[in-house]
């Protein structure tokens, strides 16, 4: 059932195409389902493979040799001929183009995402004395200190029912932009690192998973702000604690 059924909607909610009911339909399910979970993993590893491999073909340069043959047999056509077919093309693909714009700012907003989770949890994970700047004695303070830095309002996730306490959080540093680490500690003493920063170009991307040597990353995006949490733990652990987070930060947020 689950194979002939959910199949497509993994894939469509990994492309961050379901909406409304249909994603939060989906959300409860791979909450609820270790295959559900373990298939979205696997489809998710998938692209996450395919950009890793892909994505520098697009930066670069098309061949001269190519170029060239393209021009010598290029038709010469006069103005009104060219423009009369420049008209059409443009009625073609105007409906295009708003999507691929839309669709490449999802994707140069989420690819840096888990580089910088996984490089705050590398640095700040290990710390024993000074992992956070402000502890969660004093969360309250962390959550506006952090709002009122970034420019958006959100809500520390509680993840305490999965296992997992606040330790603190810190300010970071994006560039010339601020962002914000949230640090948890596992009853193993086990470290998960919650990056978050103001998502300035207001897509969206679905939940996503990246793995880097024994580190993964689970991440997505939303119109206001992006989010990755970073760990060591499995996968099929990750999402849960993802999934989590993100009813966490969406409760008073």
């Not at 888990?114 to 290990?126: D, H, M, Q």
């Not at 810190?170 to 990056?195: F, T, W």
């Amino acid at each position: 059932m689950f194979e002939t059924v959910e199949n497509w909607a993994l894939h469509a909610f990994a492309d961050g195409e379901l909406e409304g009911q249909e994603h939060r339909s989906m959300e409860k399910l791979l909450t609820e389902n270790d295959e559900a979970r373990k298939a979205l993993a696997d489809i998710n590893y998938q692209k996450s493979e395919l950009r890793r491999a892909y994505n520098g073909v697009l930066d670069e340069p098309i061949p001269a040799a190519l170029l060239a043959a393209a021009n010598e047999h290029a038709p010469r056509l006069v103005f009104p001929y060219w423009a009369a077919a420049c008209a059409v093309l443009l009625m073609m693909i105007g409906g295009g183009i708003g999507w691929y714009v839309t669709e490449q700012s999802n994707i140069l907003v989420a690819e840096t995402l888990p580089e910088r989770a996984l490089n705050s949890f590398v640095v700040y994970g290990p710390e024993v004395s000074h992992p956070v700047e402000v502890s969660a004695a004093d969360a309250e303070h962390l959550d506006s200190w952090l709002a009122k830095r970034m420019g958006v309002k959100f809500a520390i996730p509680d993840l305490t029912a999965n296992g997992y306490t606040l330790i603190g959080g810190r300010l970071l540093a994006e560039g010339a932009k601020p962002a914000g680490l949230l640090m948890y500690e596992g009853v193993n003493k086990q470290r998960l690192a919650i990056y978050i920063a103001a998502n300035d170009k207001h897509t969206n991307n679905a939940m996503m998973i990246e793995h880097r040597g024994g580190l993964v990353t689970c991440y997505w995006v939303e119109p206001d702000m992006v989010y990755a949490l970073a760990g060591e733990q499995p996968a099929s652990e990750m999402l849960k604690l993802a999934n989590a987070a993100h009813e966490g930060f969406d409760k008073d947020g």
